[in-house]
């Protein structure tokens, strides 16, 4: 779970853009809809955000994109400022992965596409950037019975190597994270504000250190609370998991409901599932109404239940989002067609497909496992993605042919 936190020119330059550097930086960053006309003008003109580092005229590039070439100019000249948040932010263990970078979550991107964050702050567990499991999502303000429903969802999860994904917020949120850790799971958080505090909590620490917790946010390490950043991160929540679980919503009120209606909402959306018990609020059967689906019974194995209920990890080619500038690369499509989705959730086709990919590849990857070794390493020796690594080594743990180890996180055959 090592990290070189060495960074591209790429997200250089898009933090010089986009970033706030700085407590009391007064700096005009470009908003994301800002950064997605200039995405398009440089797609156009065949540059990466890298290229405007040594731009020679950076005047011309600034009106083809519609800012403000003083602007523009100022915002890329903050290398002193951007130098000191980096070394603040590695102190404190947190990293940055832009949108033009390979270990940008690829499920995100797909998903979102432009509307992507085109930057994340990250503490905890790279190879979780992998995202994929069960989103647990729910009002503050939950009863007991909701409470204690997130907390069965989430034990399950972690006894099935099925991430959980969460906001972090106080209630549902909170109950799910920390049951999923408690339980030995591993745990993806999408807080809106005030990452670094997060991470400073007991059970994040703890979690942090055991390679079982990722926390990330598209937002300034230390943003406070913003009704607008919480709202906007709903969205990302769904885009990091395979399915999602709404354990309690109020018709029409609250971050909870608006995050639900908007993903059912998408033409192509994650699964969504409600609890429906006596005594839930009304939003949750409401959302049944607008196409989410009653959370099915406990059963012995939740993962194979979920793929049975059909539809989610089925995203067509015609969904897949290209990549920062433009077709996708040949690895990337290759990527794309061979995903392992068995262990996230997939059916038929794609299932036989992957397969067949997953087998081809285990011999290699026991072959490497003499000794234990973390995700990264494996996937450096095999010169593959740190995202489809994790997927692979997922799969083989479900499979019992390789043991996850913590303090660190490593691999070792079964």
Same mark, same amino acid.
């Given at each position: 779970m090592t990290r070189n936190t060495s960074i591209s020119a790429?997200? *250089?330059?898009i933090l010089l853009l986009c970033g706030v550097l700085g407590k009391s930086a007064r700096a005009r960053i470009l908003t994301q809809s800002e950064y997605t006309v200039l995405v398009r003008h440089l797609i156009k003109t065949g540059l990466r955000p890298g290229d405007l580092l040594e731009a020679s005229d950076l005047t011309q590039i600034a009106l083809g994109a519609r800012i403000d070439p003083d602007r523009f100019s100022n915002l890329l000249s903050r290398g002193v400022q951007l130098g000191f948040a980096l070394e603040e932010w590695e102190r404190n263990g947190i990293w940055v992965? +832009?949108? &033009? =970078?390979? =270990?940008y979550p690829e499920r995100m991107k797909k998903h979102l596409g432009e509307k992507a964050p085109p930057l994340l702050f990250c503490i905890g567990n790279p190879d979780l950037l992998a &995202? &994929?499991?069960?989103?647990?999502?729910? +009002?503050?303000n939950v009863d007991e019975k909701g409470k204690l429903f997130a907390r069965r969802v989430a034990k399950q999860c972690a006894l099935e190597n099925l991430p959980v994904v969460s906001g972090g917020a106080r209630g549902v949120d909170q109950t799910a994270m920390l049951a999923c850790i408690e339980s030995g799971g591993d745990c993806i958080g999408i807080v809106s504000d005030s990452l670094l505090r997060h991470s400073l909590e007991h059970n994040a620490r703890k979690a942090i250190s055991d390679g079982r917790l990722l926390l990330l946010s598209p937002y300034h390490p230390e943003a406070g609370f913003s009704v607008g950043n919480a709202m906007a991160r709903n969205k990302l929540i769904y885009a990091m998991a395979q399915y999602a679980v709404v354990v309690s919503a109020e018709t029409g009120k609250g971050g909870t409901w608006t995050g639900a209606r908007e993903e059912l909402a998408r033409s192509i959306h994650r699964q969504v599932f409600v609890r429906i018990e006596e005594g839930v609020p009304t939003g949750n059967r409401t959302l049944i109404e607008l &196409?989410? =689906? *009653?959370w099915p019974e406990a059963g012995s194995n939740l993962a194979e239940t979920l793929v049975s209920l059909g539809k989610a990890g089925r995203e067509t080619n015609a969904a897949i989002q290209n990549d920062l500038f433009g077709n996708m690369s040949s690895a990337a499509q290759a990527r794309e067609t061979a995903r392992p989705y068995a262990a996230a959730g997939s059916a038929g086709a794609d299932t036989k497909l992957s397969s067949s990919v997953f087998q081809a590849v285990m011999p290699l990857i026991l072959e490497r496992l003499d000794s234990p070794k973390s995700g990264n390493q494996l996937a450096d020796e095999l010169k593959v993605t740190r995202n489809q690594m994790s997927i692979w080594l997922k799969l083989a743990i479900q499979q019992g042919v390789i043991r996850k180890l913590h303090k660190p996180v490593r691999y070792t055959r079964a």
């Open positions: 790429d997200t *250089k330059s992965v +832009s949108r &033009g =970078e390979q =270990e &995202g &994929g499991g069960v989103a647990v999502v729910g +009002s503050r &196409g989410a =689906e *009653k």
